[in-house]
């Protein structure tokens, strides 16, 4: 994809896309974002990231539900996008043990639809948002692309595979180029408020206990949001038809020594509560990103401890 080309982002509004929308603006694109505010966190929160996006650039905005097809023809008809990134998404591997239907329902119908949306409109190419929980539990790490995803631990994760499915299927029947990134516990400034580092932070801050699910030998891969910013705009860019990609830092963290960094990062200890482990939880996670590299020239660079500055930072500037 070219400089002058407009790319659609559903879940504009988010963590990732809000970042992924300052990227392409920065670069010359022509963003149209789409999003319909799910309170899975507060509205504000979202709000101000698009206040953000529109310090960069231009921002094309529509609110509503990737499950409203007819939404979905309007804003291509309208707006003509070049590329779809494919970010929204009902998040949260726990909250969808509870709520599976609505995670189905969500994830895969919507996937659907921006994909029929996507095809009707003759988008050049799409770029959809998976996930490291697709892995499941049975696999070896580090996680390669070549593994089975036949055992999810979570209805999340299901849903993500059922979505990744959803994008072969359309590339196959309607050659529909189409990449899904899987991504390794992204992180960063405005991380949604649920996620680990930016749940312990104001508890850590305040002097407060945090919840340490286990006994803090699980480990996950995580990865910046810069990173993965770059990981999608390379695969905007690449001319490959189909393909599913890792996206992760290469180098597993375990939750104890997420903590000690963090403490490191905000300067202050923290008090920890152990908790049971929960259940959908997966033991582990790391990204073998040899497929990166080969298809899309990327690899992370950005280290943990200074994500986790920039991630305090940024905190502490935003005043929560």
Request: aromatic share 8%.
């Amino acid at each position: 994809m070219s400089a002058s080309g407009r790319v659609l982002i559903t879940g504009c509004a988010g963590f990732i896309g809000s970042h992924l929308a300052q990227a392409l603006l920065r670069r010359g694109d022509e963003v149209v974002g789409l999003d319909n505010f799910d309170p899975y966190y507060p509205r504000p929160d979202k709000e101000r990231n698009l206040a953000l996006v529109r310090e960069v650039g231009d921002l094309a905005f529509a609110e509503g539900d990737i499950r409203d097809a007819d939404l979905l023809a309007r804003v291509m008809a309208e707006h003509r996008p070049t590329a779809v990134a494919h970010i929204a998404a009902l998040a949260g591997v726990r909250p969808s043990v509870q709520t599976p239907d609505r995670y189905m329902d969500v994830n895969v119908t919507g996937t659907a639809r921006v994909l029929e949306a996507a095809r009707q409109a003759g988008v050049g190419r799409v770029v959809f948002a998976s996930s490291s929980s697709v892995y499941g539990g049975d696999n070896e790490v580090p996680f390669s692309e070549d593994q089975p995803t036949t055992s999810p631990l979570s209805p999340y994760a299901a849903s993500k595979i059922a979505a990744e499915a959803l994008g072969h299927a359309f590339h196959h029947l309607y050659d529909l180029p189409c990449v899904c990134l899987r991504f390794f516990t992204v992180y960063g400034p405005r991380q949604r408020p649920d996620l680990a580092i930016h749940k312990f932070t104001p508890l850590i801050l305040a002097g407060q206990p945090i919840p340490v699910f286990g006994d803090g030998t699980t480990s996950r891969d995580y990865t910046f949001v810069e990173d993965i910013v770059r990981g999608i705009i390379a695969a905007l860019d690449s001319d490959v038809d189909w393909s599913v990609v890792n996206l992760g830092g290469h180098q597993p963290v375990t939750l104890n020594e997420l903590v000690a960094a963090l403490e490191r990062a905000l300067g202050k200890e923290a008090i920890i509560e152990r908790l049971p482990m929960q259940p959908g939880d997966m033991l582990r996670t790391c990204a073998d990103v040899r497929k990166a590299k080969a298809v899309l020239g990327w690899e992370a660079q950005v280290s943990l401890d200074e994500g986790l500055r920039r991630f305090a930072e940024w905190y502490r500037a935003a005043g929560d």
